[in-house]
């Protein structure tokens, strides 16, 4: 019985090749080795998947990281252009006052100051220009007696 016994071995591996010929799986050739894993040609490597998923995310982050140091640099340039326009704005003004005469630098004084005495009032009492225009209520009669 012990033949019987070690024929069966052989008799599942010729079943495990004949299975195998059928279904068109091609086994790894690595000589004369028979327990080579059979080569899937349509096997797809997760790893290989994965490192390209990632690689696209990482691109898509750098490029999101990109344009927004490209915005904020872009932001920062407009800044310094704005400072470097008020500052030319300001010195021509220092440079005018210079030029004026002490009457003329009086009047200029006045009229800075009747604006942010403006400026003010418009902010406490919300616009008074308005009322300046007749667009205030029950103007018309006022002037009228």
């Known amino acids: 019985m012990g033949d019987n016994w070690d024929d069966s071995d052989d008799d599942w591996d010729n079943a495990s090749d004949d299975l195998d010929a059928k279904l068109g799986l091609n086994k790894l050739s690595t000589g004369d080795d028979d327990d080579a894993a059979p080569n899937f040609d349509d096997e797809e490597d997760i790893a290989v998947k ?10 898509a982050a750098l490029k999101t990281k990109g344009n927004a140091l490209k915005k904020k640099k872009e932001l920062e340039e407009q800044r310094k252009m704005e400072e470097e326009v008020a500052r030319m704005a300001v010195e021509a003004e220092a440079e ?3 030029n004026m005469s002490t009457d003329e ?18 902010d406490l009492f919300g616009g008074v220009d308005n009322k300046a225009q007749g667009g205030g209520a029950g103007g018309g009669t006022m002037g009228a007696g």
Do not use: I, Y
Not at 50 to 59: C, G, I, P, Y
Not at 105 to 122: C, F, G, K, S, Y
């Open 50 to 59: 994965e490192k390209e998923r990632a690689a696209k995310a990482s691109q």
């Open 96 to 98: 005018m006052e210079a």
């Open 105 to 122: 630098r009086r009047a200029l004084e006045r009229q800075r100051v009747e604006e942010a005495d403006n400026a003010l009032t418009d």
